[in-house]
């Protein structure tokens, strides 16, 4: 389907959708219980599909470079905060890797000083909703919007725009594609993790990431300080192994350069 010179693709969701309508049609004629077989299948998939963040089901969803791309990519979900982030920028500082954090709307509001450190030192910001709602792709279309905007102008005020959305735990939803384009932003999850609950399980978290980083990998990790408080010197001892390792054994670039798009537009005071 085109507008004109401009191509707009049926999401796979919609793809989907009708394959197994075309699929019932027929098997309808057999039998009405065969037809629906892939009815059903296709409802299974629209319920579990939003589960994974990889999975571009129901909107475009960037979790990865392009085949061919040879770097990597770090990414920071749920700050800032002023018992982890500082750290980072400062460790990231020292290995000299560039970061993009995904930001919660109130944190940047109650500590709009930590939005303007990481961005002096070179780093980019992306939209990571406004409380961080695990069943925020639950809500109400006019909440899902609500939140997102709210967020979104937050940010402006500190002088800029994410045009990149990562929803909590990478969860997607019908009603994402909608607004986020009425924002400019696009969907960025993540193909390598430590699956580290949110620096709640920070056990050999250096190894976690690199045992299966591939060429091409937006890594995702935590901007939130080790659940436990006697495990800070911990963390940031697996924080020095993994940017040490990447420094040395790969070359990490921008998220910006790995997705090949904007991140993010400055100086809008």
């Known amino acids: 389907m085109q507008t004109g010179s401009r191509k707009i693709a049926l999401p796979l969701a919609a793809k989907s959708g009708i394959i197994a309508l075309l699929l019932a049609l027929p098997l309808f004629v057999i039998s009405p219980a065969l037809a629906t077989v ?21 909107l475009p969803i960037i979790s990865r470079g392009k085949p061919g791309t040879n770097g990597v990519a770090l990414t920071f979900d749920d700050g ?3 018992e982890s982030t500082p750290i980072l920028l400062n ?20 500590h709009p000083e930590l939005i303007t450190d990481i961005l002096s030192q070179g780093h980019a910001i992306g939209n990571h909703s406004l ?23 937050i940010l402006k005020k500190i002088g800029i725009q994410p045009l990149v ?6 969860i997607s939803n019908p009603r994402l594609a909608k607004v986020l384009a009425g924002e400019g932003l696009i969907t960025v999850n ?3 993790r430590a699956f580290d ?41 697996e924080l ?7 420094r040395n054994n790969y070359t990490v670039v921008s998220l910006k350069k790995i997705i090949q798009c904007p991140v993010m537009k400055v100086n809008l005071l």
């Open 190 to 192: 993540f193909s390598c």
């Open 165 to 170: 959305f990562r929803p909590p735990a990478g």
């Open 91 to 110: 460790i990231l500082a020292r290995y000299q890797l560039p970061a993009t954090f995904f930001v919660v709307g109130e944190k940047a509001a109650n």
């Open 240 to 246: 020095e192994c993994l940017f040490a390792a990447l």
């Open 38 to 58: 892939p009815l059903l299948l296709f409802l299974l998939l629209c319920l579990g599909a939003p589960f994974f963040p990889r999975f571009g089901f129901f």
């Open 80 to 82: 800032p905060s002023p």
């Open 197 to 237: 609950r949110g620096n709640r399980s920070i056990n050999k978290l250096a190894a976690r990431i690199l045992d299966r980083l591939q060429p091409g990998d937006i890594i995702m990790l935590h901007d939130l300080p080790p659940y436990q408080e006697n495990r800070s010197d911990y963390w940031q001892q």
């Open 131 to 153: 409380r961080h709602d695990h069943l925020l792709m639950l809500r109400s279309l006019k909440t899902l919007q609500a939140d997102i905007h709210n967020t979104q102008e």
